[in-house]
């Protein structure tokens, strides 16, 4: 069984730029997840979707971050324009459908993200 | 809400010695705690979790870690140390919310195994 992928595994831009980074979960996993761990700091929650809707976007920083999962199989989160706190690793996780839990949260190798 | 607090952001120990990973959370329900490891270029890969059950949890590559409510800790363990422990782990608090099992993490702790 193939585990979670992302894509690209590193992006360097320049502030001002657009990035759009992949995530494709674990086949039939209905939760996806998105992460970010800023350099030094703690893994922080992004968002949450079930299937292709938004379950919960708290985490997401601000309207220059768009996450899309059409027809809830990859996700894909576009950065838009890109700025120099952007910078990190970018860690998709997916899980079974939630039901009183937890399953397990699956997690790529994530993408890290240089904005110059 | 919640919070994970990891002492420590580097351990190192020499290989055959007990390795002590300490985590202590905040929550306002009775949490979900997790512990993750991340090896070089790779993803977080679950050692463990406790789910209400046993407090005294047991984990893959011989780690475990003791949940103590009193202390509101959940520290990570393993009696000898192997130089493929050499990694960086996180301490882990789940949400039980219907929003799902969204993970507050610790800042991390990196081990570092001394032959």
């Known amino acids: 069984e193939a585990g979670v992928t992302q894509f690209p595994s590193h992006s360097v831009i320049e502030k001002g730029q657009t990035v759009t980074l992949r995530c494709d979960p674990i086949?039939?996993?209905?939760?996806l997840y998105w992460y970010r761990r800023v350099m030094g700091k703690e893994i922080k929650f992004l968002l949450h979707f079930v299937k292709e809707s938004k379950q919960d976007e708290s985490g997401m920083p601000n309207n220059r971050f768009l996450a899309e999962r059409t027809g809830g199989t990859y996700s894909t989160l576009k950065v838009q324009p890109a700025e120099l706190e952007d910078s990190g690793v970018y860690f998709c996780a997916s899980s079974q459908q939630w039901a009183g839990g937890p399953y397990e949260q699956y997690f790529g190798p994530g993408t890290r993200l240089t904005v110059t | 809400a919640q919070s994970v607090t990891q002492l420590g952001s580097h351990v190192s120990v020499s290989e055959g010695a007990l390795v002590l990973l300490r985590c202590n959370y905040s929550s306002s329900v009775p949490p979900y705690l997790f512990w993750y490891v991340q090896y070089p270029n790779q993803g977080l890969q679950l050692l463990l979790k406790y789910t209400s059950a046993a407090t005294l949890v047991k984990g893959i590559n011989g780690f475990e870690a003791e949940f103590k409510k009193s202390e509101t800790s959940f520290h990570l363990t393993k009696p000898s140390a192997h130089m493929s422990d050499a990694a960086e782990y996180f301490c882990?608090?789940?949400?039980?919310?219907?929003?799902?099992?969204?993970?507050?993490f610790g800042t991390g702790t990196r081990l570092a195994v001394r032959p």
């Open positions: 086949s039939g996993h209905d939760n």
């Open positions: 882990a608090v789940s949400d039980r919310g219907s929003s799902g099992d969204k993970l507050t």
